[in-house]
């Protein structure tokens, strides 16, 4: 099934074509390394309605030039302005589980789809059309939902294993310093 018969598809916008510093409208600018460091987004000023392009929950963020990224919108990431290096996908729900597509996006199977569609030597990038032509897993919606839940249930347990490693970390710092302190009041 192809991504454009399931899914709304369309690039962000041209920063330095629709910026005007003294415009009247304000924006959250969606930037990688925000998302990634969880940093305050910037304010963006144009003299343009782009309320249409901001993103909304369940909204899957692509970007196009490699390496790709793929990013889930939450509720945290909503109502954000998208640039040009990026596009908003955003799944008819009837049909297509976000989440089940963000796995997609990333998996070895998606990944070599995509590459395949990569342009350029130096810059590679893969244009909206391709995109909208990738081949999507024809599921049924349940075994998506199903796929989901198998999903979330990993990402929990990736994170109670991060958290048990974490405490376990700091228990076995807190012992060695112990054993270091009592070494060193002895002498």
């Known amino acids: 099934m192809k991504l454009y018969k399931i899914a709304d598809v369309y690039m962000g916008i041209l920063l330095n074509r629709e910026e005007n510093k003294q415009g009247i409208m304000k924006y959250k600018l969606f930037n990688i390394k925000n998302y990634e460091e969880n940093i305050e987004y910037e304010d963006f000023y144009t003299d343009k309605n782009f309320d249409n392009k901001l993103t909304k929950e369940g909204d899957i963020l692509f970007r196009l030039v490699y390496p790709n990224k793929v990013i889930y919108v939450d509720k945290e990431n909503e109502d954000l302005l998208v640039s040009s290096q990026m596009c908003i996908i955003r799944a008819n ?12 996006l990333e998996s070895d199977i998606g990944k070599e789809k995509i590459m395949l569609e990569m342009k350029g030597s130096t810059i590679q990038k893969i244009s909206l059309t391709a995109l909208k ?27 109670n294993m991060k958290s048990l490693i974490e405490s376990k970390e700091r228990l076995y710092n807190s012992i060695i310093k112990e054993i270091i302190a009592s070494i060193n009041s002895d002498i």
């Open 133 to 159: 032509k990738l081949e999507i897993p024809d599921l049924d919606i349940e075994k998506q939902n199903k796929i989901n839940d198998l999903i979330n249930l990993w990402s929990k347990e990736k994170q």
């Open 93 to 104: 729900s009837k049909v297509l589980n976000p989440t089940f597509l963000k796995w997609y």
